[in-house]
């Protein structure tokens, strides 16, 4: 609803917070960071008011989704395997399955398990995309990867001839909630055992990330070790569980069925849409309409995966219809501490970078548009 190259919307933020122009030059970052805070709380008002007010169309409900599929052929093995994860986490199960019937007939499903202690990342993350883009809360939806140094745009054929494989430029998943399920018991490539048992098949430094970040965005790394203070609280024996709800016209765009690694899927599901030069499917949604449709007529089905590429203009940007729900063991109350107490470091952290740093000299793809950059310098400026 705002747009901050708005002018006149600025000028009139500006005056309900009594942040005269004239005394910009005394300005420092807390003061902007806090004139910030209200602009965000202005817009959550906004969007509540917003979405209270839209009648949400009654979904069809028209096909089955892919884990009833894949429950429907694998769930007495999954039942007989793991029974633990019906006794401990049935509360998470529903959840997700009822989310899956509600969007099945706009959104295709993926899932992503991983280590309680990286996701500090997505958190720190998604902070920092709030404020320097000047919005409110984003809702159901989590940052997977780092957006300020990611692709611009995605293109599978073109990525994959590259003959990259660089992890930040995508992540794994499975088609259903206990997908993989026959190799969870050497710890390979499923999901949900990821989750339960706070397992991830590589190792990852969250603290070399999190001051690598630090590096990338000119912010002082003295606040990563309060950071993962933080993170510390918060441990449990689980880790998190993201469902991955991408509309039925994206997904070819970004998303490609794939065997462990990085190598595409080579053989043949769905043989009118299979590239024999490419070695791979065309097209994912294919395979997952086949998987709803007939799971059984799928060789291999359980332990089919994917992976989801990660570009600005679509899998890192909040306003492309892209859901991503998280799922954790954590104590609510908890939970909504750790937060509250994140988001104070972070603005703090920003709050430096504003009076400490030359918002000119810092990494163009980072200011390049921000509106948090933008802000400060009409603040400061008047322009």
């Given at each position: ?6 002018r ?23 003061q ?14 906004h ?12 979904s ?25 994860w ?28 991983q ?28 940052l ?60 990852f ?7 690598a ?20 609280k ?44 490419l ?39 909040p306003?492309k ?37 030359k ?7 980072v200011t ?16």
């Open positions: 609803m705002y747009s901050f190259s708005n006149s919307f600025v000028v009139f933020a500006l005056a309900i917070f009594a942040f005269p122009i004239q005394a910009a030059h005394n300005i420092n970052g807390k902007v960071i806090r004139h910030v805070q209200m602009l965000q709380e202005l817009k959550e008002k969007a509540e008011k917003s979405n209270s007010a839209k009648e949400k169309p009654a069809k409900k028209s096909s089955m989704t892919q884990s009833d599929a894949h429950w429907r052929q694998f769930g007495p093995a999954i039942s007989a395997a793991y029974p633990n019906f006794a401990n986490y049935q509360t998470i199960i529903d959840t997700c399955l009822a989310r899956e019937r509600e969007l099945v007939d706009t959104h295709y499903v993926l899932y992503h398990g280590k309680s202690e990286l996701c500090i990342l997505q958190d720190v993350l998604k902070l920092l995309y709030e404020t320097l883009h000047i919005r409110g809360s984003i809702k159901n939806f989590e997977m990867r780092a957006w300020h140094d990611a692709l611009e745009k995605m293109n599978i054929d073109n990525y994959l001839a590259s003959g990259k494989c660089d992890s930040k430029d995508y992540f794994c998943v499975n088609l259903s909630l206990f997908g993989n399920h026959i190799n969870a018991a050497w710890n390979g490539s499923c999901t949900f055992h990821y989750f339960a048992s706070n397992y991830n098949m590589s190792w430094s969250v603290g070399t990330f999190l001051i970040l630090c590096d990338s965005l000119k912010l002082d790394k003295e606040y990563v070790s309060q950071i993962l203070d933080l993170a510390k918060i441990e449990t024996t689980e880790g998190r569980l993201f469902q991955i709800f991408i509309p039925h016209d994206k997904i070819d765009g970004f998303v490609f069925l794939s065997q462990p690694g990085f190598v595409p899927y080579a053989t043949p599901i769905v043989k009118q849409d299979y590239d024999f030069n070695m791979r499917h065309k097209h994912i949604s294919s395979i997952l309409d086949l998987y709803k449709k007939n799971i059984a007529s799928i060789v291999n089905a359980d332990a089919l995966q994917a992976r989801v590429m990660c570009s600005k203009n679509l899998m890192l940007n306003d219809d892209i859901q991503v729900y998280m799922y954790s063991t954590i104590e609510e109350k908890k939970f909504q501490k750790y937060k509250k107490d994140l988001k104070q470091v972070v603005d703090v952290m920003l709050a430096d970078w504003l009076t400490t740093q918002v000119h000299a810092v990494s163009h793809s390049k548009e921000m509106p948090l950059v933008k802000l400060f310098e009409f603040i400061r400026h008047g322009r």
